[in-house]
């Protein structure tokens, strides 16, 4: 995101808790900066995109956060999926100095990042998602502004809801088949472009058939993100069962060691939960077409 | 898909359980049979499309069932949704008086029938298979040759097990949203087209927001088609909690009186659970792209 936005021309002071990591930016023109606080010194818009919502907390408003040195009239960004109700709180820090806060989180993966295709669900007063139209249009394929401050992090829940009981069902209907002793690859066929299609499946279905579970999205950080949504669904008196299936089956995805593979390494668990081998064993395929 | 078949000059003997359904269809040419044992007598091809295991042992295998008037030779086909473990019943039979049987239930619904675009999940031997390509293409847009006796309603039973789960995730995810006061249209265009996107979301998502629960396909047959999924998986010692969650869900929206509902209706009963109202009151579209 940020060699996109120096390509674009954007000044960018950049910040990183693995210094080596933003090298390769430093040379291409970033200015490094020892402190989020550093990085917000003196800049119109300061961008966050880290983790787990203490983390958020720290580079906002740690000792060395980038609130300790943000200017009235800056916006500040958070692009990372963090809690509806922190990118709330964000922005009435921002209001109480006269600054901006807009809530951004991001769908689109490390492929959308690297290839400037990310969707942006941008949350905040209207005028400000819009004057930050530049960033959108260099990082991002779309943008929409769904509200007031928390609800581009709600948008993101949705999204993340949907993911959730999507992978459940690709992962359970192809496990289904295998052990029906189906050619897994002519029933994708044949259900991948009706009713019974979708992104995931489309996605992670060849993967899953071939026990690729390299990440893609990490377990660890949809554990996360499905906790937000459980969190905030909880606030909302909401109760949301399939949500939390998911994320108990992750868990236990986690459980297995699996934290550090993709989203698609659910199928490992519920293979193991009925005592089967995962990839299964081959089908001879029956001709036709 | 009897009309389809006229249209392309198949002769076609009928029989229907009410018999005023099939008026229009003898006036354009079919002639009428006053049982499944009559419409199978002298056919080369017979035809079933009922829905309730019960039913369809009645249509085979009654005092008027079609076997009793089955020609050595001659291939049944059973294209409704029933249990795979019924088509290897069927296909025993047949083969005991050298007839042979074919599995293949369809995806595409009213409007799949009605255009001519239904896809075809098909089980039994390759040339028998492959020897009903006319009647295939006359009412199909695709089918897919999915192995023996009983693969083609296995397949079936993956894409239930994908609908089944997808329905969860996109009536949680736009509760969800509702609850949170965001602006639905503007949220499904932010996340139909990613990873979270699906056929489901899609078509249902914007007929669940307006609270048009028509069917479509209805509740009570998808319950009578997870039965089957589970009675399979389990008889397959194969746990599948996603499934078996959305089975119970839909009995809920059974009991709470939307049976003969399609199955976004589910919308209604997760919104019960919860003490919500559907559709949600409405909100104000802030502005932007």
């Not at 769904?146 to 992978?167: C, E």
């Not at 499905?226 to 459980?255: F, K, N, T, W």
């Amino acid at each position: 995101m940020v060699g996109h936005l120096l390509a674009r021309g954007f000044r960018v002071a950049l910040h990183t808790r693995t210094r080596d990591k933003a090298e390769a930016l430093v040379a291409r023109g970033a200015t490094w900066a020892d402190s989020p606080r550093a990085a917000a010194d003196g800049a119109d818009v300061v961008v966050s995109m880290v983790g787990l919502p203490d983390e958020v907390r720290a580079v906002m408003f740690g000792d060395d956060g980038l609130f300790a040195a943000l200017r009235p009239g800056a916006i500040v960004v958070d692009m990372g999926t963090t809690p509806p109700s922190l990118a709330q709180e964000i922005d009435a820090a921002a209001r109480a100095r006269g600054a901006h806060a807009v809530d951004a989180p991001v769908s689109g993966g490390d492929v959308g990042a690297r290839e400037a295709r990310l969707s942006i669900m941008a949350g905040g007063d209207t005028a400000i998602v819009a004057a930050l139209e530049p960033i959108w249009s260099t990082v991002g394929k779309s943008w929409v502004h769904q509200g007031p401050a928390g609800s581009g992090q709600h948008t993101k829940m949705v999204n993340q809801i949907l993911i959730a009981t999507l992978m459940i069902g690709v992962c359970e209907a192809l496990l289904y088949g295998a052990r029906a002793g189906l050619d897994l690859p002519r029933v994708l066929q044949a259900v991948s472009s009706g009713a019974a299609g979708s992104w995931s499946l489309t996605n992670y279905g060849p993967r899953i058939m071939k026990g690729d579970f390299e990440p893609g999205f990490f377990v660890e950080h949809f554990i996360k993100d499905m906790g937000i949504a459980l969190d905030e669904a909880r606030r909302m008196r909401l109760s949301l069962p399939g949500l939390a299936l998911a994320e108990q089956l992750y868990v236990a995805v986690q459980a297995q060691g699996y934290g550090k593979k993709g989203i698609q390494a659910l199928e490992l668990a519920l293979a193991s939960i009925s005592g089967l081998p995962w990839p299964p064993p081959p089908v001879s395929a029956p001709s036709g077409r």
